[in-house]
């Protein structure tokens, strides 16, 4: 699964640094009934949460995903923001000291987590889809009561060892004070991700987004801004973090809260306490293994490299996890659209639903790796001259994500038809895997060891899952409609590539993204294609 960074990486898991996290339907319109107030809240457009004969779930993933889209873009735009300041603000050495203790927390958030962000999700929206009013609201008050106790043992935990892991374990003595600042936040953290799930499962994804990808790196932004006429410390940077953590905590708690309010009561119920545990520990553990995958490089770096290399590299790899957006835009609401179509036995319906969002996710992620490949030193050197030295590591990092969008949304849907142990094991071995490549690599060739390294278990773990899912599901990522795609994106990516060389990075980079689409077009886009850009050029004004 593609995980993201602390900007993220790929299929995330959740993303809690706002600054880091470049790095899981709505049924389509048709059937007219009287709708209960639940159904009008969560907007649904044909049939309410439960009921069968659902509709199509491609044009619910269509609708919602694009809304995802655009607020996973927005909130990209904003944490691209937020790490300019903070380059700018702190300085290489300084940024790279805040960096590699925001990787820390983000890692630890993880287990914290206990998994529940997914499992909520599966549970929720099971619940939904039978409409069990009453077990979904237990389901969501246990989950959030266990989440709280974890979280607070969690935070306890790591400002204990925050000393004896500067100084012992990375050899940085000035990482004890900003690791244990950031460390206070973490019940915040796991408590608005958690809120985020249950959002998911409600199918609120336009919610879900902004509240997981958009509200912390905005709130946190213009804590910053404020922040700049007063001080221009770690400190200061780690408060802000703290502040804006709780703040989207408050409005996650607050939008769940109001989607609850407007369903049916239901009976008193229990739910299975047993059966959420079994399901989220194994995702909790892949979840733990993915972000390993995802952060080991940074990890690595900071026990072996200066503080300024970590600076350097991690905002190559958060420029890298752009190419990802497009996976997890489509992951949030791909995700309760499988799990639903595998509890109604509609094979077809799935298949169609994942070759033609992994359609979609290509399409997507290799528009945004052009440029980044083609042009990366001069998007490296907006945030400060010392930081075009990480342009081969970004080619790197972002063809390794462009290769992972070629398959699609496949971590969620072997978590989401009831195979969370396939991935956890595919964790387990690839990141142990990666683990030794770093600590293989990055001692002696530094950003560019470490760069290899993820982008080879990216890729390794990716072809892993697609055989994964022949053998269980017998489905294929990819069917004769990715054959345009494919062609439109070798002309442009040539036609650059040659412009680059001949004339300007810059240019080439400006040919390719504007001669992807427009070839694209010209090949012939799929009936799905043309009916959603007909759509909207119809709600234009």
Known sequence: MATSKIVGRGPRAPVFD????????????????????????????????????????????????????????????????????????????????????????????????????????????????????????????????????????????LVVLSLWLAVDVFGKEDLALPLAGLALALPFLVLYNVCAGGLQGLKAIREKVFIERVAHPLVFTLLLLGALGVSRTVEAV????????????????????????ALPAGRDA???????????????FLNLM??????????????????????IYVVASRLATAVNMPTEALSASLAPSFS??????????LA???????????????????????AGKYVLALFGPEYAAGALALLILALGQAFSGA??????????????????????????????????????YGPLGAAVSAALSLCLVNVARAVEIWVLLKIAPWDRTLLKPGLALALSASAGAAVAFLVHPVAGAALSVLAYPSLW???????????????????LP
């Open 407 to 444: 398959f699609g949304a496949n971590g969620t849907l072997i978590t989401m038809t009831g195979h969370p142990k396939v991935n956890l094991a595919n964790a387990v071995c690839f990141g142990l895997g990666n683990l030794g490549l770093m600590f293989l690599l990055i001692p002696r």
């Open 290 to 311: 993915n972000y390993l995958i995802l952060w080991s490089d940074v990890l690595v770096m900071g026990a072996f490299r200066t503080r300024a290399e970590v600076g």
């Open 18 to 157: 706002s600054s880091q996290s470049l790095r899981p339907l709505v049924p389509a319109r048709g059937g007219v009934r009287r709708k209960t107030q639940g159904e009008d809240m969560m907007k649904v457009d044909a049939k309410a949460p439960g009921e069968k004969g659902r509709g199509d779930p491609l044009g619910a993933t269509a609708r919602q995903g694009s809304w995802a889209g655009v607020l996973n873009l927005g909130g990209a735009g904003v944490r691209y923001l937020n790490t300019l300041i903070l380059t700018r603000m702190l300085g290489a050495d300084l940024f790279g000291v805040y960096s590699l203790a925001n990787t820390v927390v983000t890692v630890s958030t993880v287990p914290a987590s206990l998994g529940f962000p997914t499992a909520l999700t599966h549970f929720v929206a099971g619940a939904a889809e039978t409409s069990q009013w009453a077990r979904l609201r237990w389901t969501l008050s246990w989950v959030l009561r266990v989440a709280l106790v974890s979280g607070l043992m969690g935070a306890l935990s």
């Open 238 to 261: 780690v408060l802000c973090f703290g502040a804006a953590a709780l703040l989207v905590l408050l409005a996650g708690a607050w939008s769940l809260k109001r989607r609850l309010a």
């Open 521 to 539: 077009w010209l090949l012939g886009p799929e009936p799905e294609e043309r009916e959603l850009v007909g759509k909207l050029r119809r709600s």
């Open 352 to 374: 169609r639903l994942y070759r033609t969002s992994t359609r979609w996710i290509f399409l997507a992620s290799t528009f945004v790796a052009l440029p980044l490949a083609l």
């Open 270 to 284: 229990n739910g299975d306490r047993r059966g959420i545990l079994r399901f989220s520990t194994p995702v909790m």
């Open 340 to 349: 639903g179509l595998k509890e109604k036995g509609d094979s077809d319906g």
